[in-house]
């Protein structure tokens, strides 16, 4: 079962406009430089395994390269290893940057229709083939990569660059990214960025001198507030039944084994 977890903020507009604002703090002479890194390699295999139970009920991500529907959620066919979204943006770059690196593709010729739903949750000009055209690309390795490219430069890279600055270990990278993936980076009061400052408002993350249970707790709540603010988000347990389950047990590094639950189902990882 697929579950509703994606959101319609991940506008490039907004995406560059959050990356010249975290800018400063990623220069911040205030970073821990010994944060551990979500990105270690086995580190960044849970986490893709964590969001993936959350957002297609699956430890198995590298199936989801094919994946897409349309989960009727307002913002047209959502896709991929990540849930690139054809009414968001993130779709039309990443089918943009497969046909730079693989000039006439599958999926050029729906270049047009993507940039025309950009923005709605119209499959015009998408219809009836986008879907079974999808899958097919999955098959070549290239946009695979692309995929995976897209990831990490629109969410995967800044939130655990703003993790680390923030003096966080593995588990508050973590938090930042499933946030970044669900919310965006955007300027409205539930994009990433806000949770961030709304959470800055009660406690303070160890970069700035505060203790990092305590902030990420508060990182937390203000992530359950901006989740409960759409009914498509409205099921909170990827917070309640995993992240929080791992902060109170204070497994700040994300060591195995990891058990948790998403939305009712359970999942370990040894």
Not at 239 to 257: E, I, Y
């Amino acid at each position: 079962m697929k579950h509703p977890a994606r959101t319609s903020r991940r506008t490039l507009l907004a995406l560059i406009g959050a990356s010249l604002a975290s800018a400063p703090l990623l220069n911040s002479p205030h970073a821990s430089a010994a944060a551990a890194g979500l990105d270690d390699p086995a580190k960044k295999e849970i986490a893709m395994k964590l969001v993936s139970s959350a957002e297609n009920s699956s430890l198995d991500w590298k199936a989801q390269y094919k994946y897409i529907e349309d989960i009727g959620d307002g913002r047209g066919y959502t896709a991929g290893i990540i849930g690139f979204c054809s009414g968001t943006g993130d779709m039309l770059d990443l089918v943009e940057l497969y046909t730079d690196r693989r000039p006439g593709n599958v999926l050029a010729p729906y270049l047009p229709a993507l940039r025309r739903v950009d923005g709605t949750d119209s499959h015009d000009g998408l219809d009836p083939n986008f879907p079974r055209d999808w899958a097919r690309a999955a098959q070549d390795q290239e946009f695979r990569r692309a995929q995976d490219d897209e990831r990490d430069r629109v969410y995967f890279g800044p939130a655990v660059r703003q993790g680390k600055t923030d003096g966080l270990r593995v588990l508050g990278q973590f938090a930042y990214y499933d946030a970044i993936v669900m919310h965006g980076d955007g300027t409205d009061p539930t994009s990433f960025r806000n949770i961030r400052r709304r959470a800055l408002d009660q406690a303070r993350p160890p970069a700035q001198g505060g203790d990092e249970v305590t902030y990420l707790h508060a990182f937390l709540d203000a992530r359950v507030w901006a989740m409960k603010q759409e009914e498509a988000h409205s099921d909170t347990s990827r917070v309640d039944t995993a992240q929080r389950v791992f902060l109170r047990a204070g497994n700040l590094d994300l060591n195995p084994p990891l058990d948790w639950k998403a939305y009712g189902d359970s999942y370990h990882i040894g």
